[in-house]
């Protein structure tokens, strides 16, 4: 399967090799925008972990699942001034 890891601006951070392959291009900083008929808000806007579809700017249909990441929880630290 094809796989491309995105940030938040729709940037292709990285792509595995069956996905440049699937798309016939080098993925290296293209916008998902120009890959498929969609706008960012709308693949944004997609269930996570659900399948649908995508319209490559070519003629290929592709299926698709969004997996956003998952958020470690950050623990706050107090600093505190040292006393002289």
Do not use: Y
């Not at 956003?68 to 001034?81: D, G, H, M, N, T």
């Amino acid at each position: 399967a094809g796989m491309l890891i995105f940030d938040e601006t729709g940037q292709v951070l990285s792509a595995n090799r069956r996905a440049d392959n699937l798309l016939g291009i080098s993925l290296s900083r293209v916008s998902v925008e120009s890959l498929f008929k969609v706008s960012l808000m709308e693949l944004l806007n997609q269930p996570d972990g659900l399948p649908f579809s995508l319209q490559a700017s070519g003629n290929n249909r592709f299926q698709c699942v969004l997996k956003r990441p998952k958020q470690a929880s950050i623990q706050a630290r107090l600093f505190a001034e040292k006393k002289s």
